[in-house]
């Protein structure tokens, strides 16, 4: 058909044509919106991946702080990031039931109690939840005044109630704040989770590191102790060897002027004699107390330095050359073979072995024969050395005391001495980082010194 | 002598992100700065507690001045982050004598734009400052910012360059915050007047918007205000032809709703289109609109499509032209105001990251250059030697070292 025949027909064309263009031209504004809904939807799961990213940030943060409020701090600030919420409250449930409140942000201080008025019985979901969906357990948290909120339980690895997260917003909040997006709880509840891990974690760590602590604590106690113990007991035997070391030049004179007189008879009266001779006596006693007292203060200054390979068969030749007199004048006999060399300081081990075999002769009652078995058998560690005897034995409740200053096991006195002689020989040994004892089944039925060397000495 | 120092955070809690900004901005000064007299620039989003902000920033730099305003997200040296809590800031240190100069106000709505703005630009003149550029931040609300630039021009003329934006919410078109003087402004101003002779600017501002089918032509309207497009109450027309209801709250829509005018002929070619955006924050109960500028009755007004090719290609020639103006001379700091709908709202998280890192590479070839950015509801931005107002824009605003 012409349509410059048809006017009319071309009028309604031009109008169809308009109609078909404002049609078209509508599609594509609307066309707009519905692409703005797709980019919604893909800024909504960029959200997502970036909460997953926050959460991880937290496992990593959460891990290295000092304190239990540091760490809540640095959770709720997390769930606040998380979640875009502008308030976070967190609590744990203590072994004595109450749900204390760890951490918080965004809430007025004075508003929170320390604790929550809340069991793990009044949750209504095992999972995280929706405060909005359950009124009854709004009204218990009503103090907190949020509209809505994200609410998760927290439990222990062994599924027992640990606590409680929440945040959410208030009234005010809503002017800015979205509505909370119920499929929110989901990575709520895994975050959740995450903080419940990190806290159990943080809870065991902390008390290891309590125990740690408490245990340094006491090392470092006794350390100091025994360093006093040390310090005093240095000061001791200073003082105990200056005293005897002064003692003695005054005491030489004493006993020097009271053999003068033991020596000039002359006008002397038997009495006064006999009262000489017990001046004599008891000053050459004193004397020998203030030798065995330097001997044993000597002891403790020597050091490292003098010890050397000391071969205990060949010194104990020495020693029964040295008490032969002794020896055959008691009948004694001293047993002994295949002694080992090891590394010891000389002088001191001389002074050990000689007490002790004194010590065995002299306990041995007259008119018996002493017999004396020296032997040495190896242990993992070093030596253990035995001084066997047929002496006055000793009864169980001596055999310790006998160690100490001045500790005699005959208290009747009737052998001589003076209680320092195994005092001086426990000093040697532990400071050859060994250790002495006795055994002896009962009084009458002989002893046995037993002392122990190390193979070498440690180097101090 | 004016430095610069940038720096930019998520930190939810307000007080340790402004220390925490400063201490990394203020890391690359002297020890001493944190006492000196300073103006420090905030960019926050709407989750903060803005008077933990000021209080933060009091403790550790208590000779500073601050000043800022909200918006939809920061832009920084570390990228973007428009999340409730995202604060940024610039540090700006007087190497000497103070050239700088801060004055604000309280309230200022469309029809008060021009009077509030001139009695700012009053103040900041009396201060006998040889002021060279103004950085104005003011709320994005109801504001006329073409009467704002008017008001600012009858004081200090047409030639100042103007720089800054309107602050915003978080899209939600509701209200806006200012801090200044230590105390927090809502729908407010703040004009900083710097008279740093060594500095100058350059700016470039690019959009990569397209109009779509046939113009609507405004039928009614009082300055700002469109009462009516064909006959028919403004904004019900306007979301019928989006497939939207007619009482949507214009904050979601902003993404949307943008409106195309077509721009005089001189200023076409600069500005990479024909056209010049504008945006809607406000909408009254009779279904009336407010325009950021006045919208004089028969203006033809486009809806509009974003292009994503025009959004990177134009800005790409929009950085060219901007770094051949700036030539070899130093950048001594970037402020930058990015419409809000150019963020997550319009963007996915990866071509969001890939158009700040097209626009700051070129400037700051690799280097930490101090960078303050906000998404906001619209850029002061100068074009052909013009002040003008912008939407949907991006705004870059280079401060260069004579």
């Known amino acids: 058909m012409d349509p410059v025949d048809s006017p009319d027909q071309d009028k309604l064309s031009y109008e169809e044509l308009s109609r078909l263009c404002a049609e078209l031209q509508d599609r594509v504004t609307r066309g707009i919106s519905t692409q703005q809904q797709l980019i919604s939807i893909k800024n909504e799961l960029d959200e997502e991946l970036n909460r997953f990213k926050i959460i991880q940030d937290f496992s990593k943060e959460g891990l290295f702080q000092d304190s239990i409020e540091g760490f809540a701090m640095v959770a709720t600030e997390y769930f606040i990031q998380a979640f875009q919420q502008p308030h ?177 008879q002359s006008g002397i009266s038997p009495a006064s004699r006999e009262y000489i001779n017990m001046i004599w006596e008891e000053v050459k006693r004193f004397s020998d107390i203030i030798d065995a007292l330097l001997r044993y203060a000597r002891v403790s200054t020597s050091s490292i330095q003098d010890m050397k390979e000391v071969d205990f068969q060949q010194l104990v030749y020495k020693i029964e050359g040295q008490l032969s007199l002794t020896l055959q004048q008691r009948k004694a006999q001293l047993q002994y073979h295949n002694l080992p060399t090891i590394q010891a300081n000389y002088r001191q081990m001389q002074q050990l072995l000689q007490n002790l075999i ?40 001596d055999q310790k005391r006998i160690f100490g200053l001045f500790q005699r096991a005959d208290r009747e006195q009737q052998f001589e001495g003076n209680g320092l002689g195994l005092s001086i020989c426990k000093k040697i040994v532990e400071q050859h980082k060994g250790k002495i004892w006795v055994e002896s089944v009962g009084p009458g039925e002989g002893s046995t010194f037993f002392f122990t060397l190390p193979y070498r000495q440690a180097e101090e | 002598m004016l430095n610069f120092y940038s720096a930019s955070n998520g930190q939810v809690n307000s007080k340790k992100a402004i220390q925490q900004c400063l201490t990394a901005a203020l890391g690359e000064a002297p020890p001493s700065t944190f006492q000196d007299k300073m103006l420090i620039v905030v960019h926050c989003t709407i989750g903060h507690d803005f008077e933990e902000i000021i209080a933060g920033a009091r403790e550790i730099c208590p000779q500073a001045e601050l000043v800022g305003c909200t918006c939809a997200g920061v832009i920084g040296k570390e990228g973007a982050n428009e999340s409730m809590r995202a604060l940024g800031m610039m540090a700006v240190v007087p190497g000497g004598a103070q050239q700088y100069h801060v004055t604000s106000c309280d309230n200022i709505r469309g029809h008060n734009s021009y009077e509030e703005a001139r009695k700012m630009a009053l103040e900041l003149k009396a201060t006998q400052a040889d002021i060279n550029m103004i950085q104005f931040l003011a709320s994005g609300i109801d504001i006329a910012a073409d009467r704002a630039i008017e008001g600012i021009e009858s004081v200090f003329g047409a030639d100042m360059p103007i720089f800054g934006g309107t602050s915003s919410d978080n899209m939600r078109a509701i209200s806006s915050y200012q801090l200044a003087d230590g105390k927090v402004l809502e729908r407010g101003a703040i004009m900083i007047g710097y008279s740093d ?89 009779d279904g009336s609109f407010y325009m950021p500028v006045d919208c004089p009755q028969g203006t033809r007004l486009w809806i509009v499509e974003r292009d994503e090719e025009l959004i990177f290609a134009g800005l790409d020639r929009m950085m060219e032209r901007l770094t051949a103006r700036i030539g070899g001379r130093e950048v001594a700091a970037v402020f930058h105001t990015d419409c809000a709908a150019r963020g997550r709202a319009m963007f996915d998280a990866i071509v969001k990251d890939e158009i700040i890192e097209n626009m700051q590479q070129p400037l700051t070839k690799g280097t930490p250059l101090p960078w303050l950015g906000m998404y906001g509801f619209g850029e002061f931005t100068r074009l052909k030697g013009k002040n003008l107002f912008h939407n949907y824009t991006t705004s870059i605003y280079a401060l260069i070292r004579q």
Not at chain 1, 362 to 382: D, S, V, Y
Not at chain 2, 234 to 251: E, R
Request: include cysteine; proline fraction near 7%; charge should be negative.
């Open chain 1, 358 to 397: 004194i010590n065995a002769i002299k306990f041995t009652p007259e008119g018996r024969m002493p017999f004396i078995h020296l032997e040495a058998e190896p242990t993992q560690n070093g030596y253990r050395f035995a001084v066997k005897d047929n002496g006055i034995g000793l009864r169980s409740a």
């Open chain 2, 197 to 285: 002779p060594t500095l100058t600017i350059e700016m470039g501002v690019h959009h990569g918007s397209v109009p779509i089918g046939q113009p609507f032509s405004v039928t009614r309207s009082e300055g700002n205000r469109v009462i009516k497009i064909e006959g028919e109450a403004a904004w019900p027309y306007l979301m019928s032809k989006l497939d939207l209801p007619a009482d949507t709250h214009p904050g979601p829509c902003i993404p949307v709703a943008g409106m195309a005018e077509l721009l005089p002929d001189g200023f076409r070619e600069p500005y990479d289109n024909d056209h010049i955006l504008r945006v809607i924050v406000k909408v009254d109960e």
């Open chain 1, 88 to 264: 976070c409250l967190f609590a744990e449930y203590r072994d004595d039931g109450a749900l204390q409140v760890i951490g918080q942000f965004g809430f007025n201080h004075s508003v929170i109690p320390c604790v929550l008025p809340l069991t793990s019985g009044d949750l209504p979901e095992r999972e995280g939840f929706l405060l909005g969906e359950h009124p009854a357990f709004k009204t218990k948290l009503a103090f907190l005044q949020l509209e809505d909120a994200l609410v998760a339980p927290m439990y222990r690895p062994d599924n027992s109630f640990y606590g409680l997260v929440v945040a959410g917003q208030q009234k005010a909040d809503q002017r800015f704040y979205d509505p909370i997006n119920p499929k929110d709880r989901h990575a709520f509840t895994v975050m959740a989770t995450k903080a419940s891990y990190l806290m159990y974690n943080f809870r065991t760590n902390e008390l290891l590191k309590q125990e740690i602590k408490e245990r340094r604590r006491m090392e470092l106690m006794l350390e100091a102790k025994a360093n006093d113990l040390l310090r005093s007991n240095a000061e001791l035997e200073q003082f105990a060897y200056v005293v005897s070391h002064d003692l003695k030049a005054p005491l030489r004179n004493v006993q020097g002027f009271a053999d003068l007189l033991r020596r000039d």
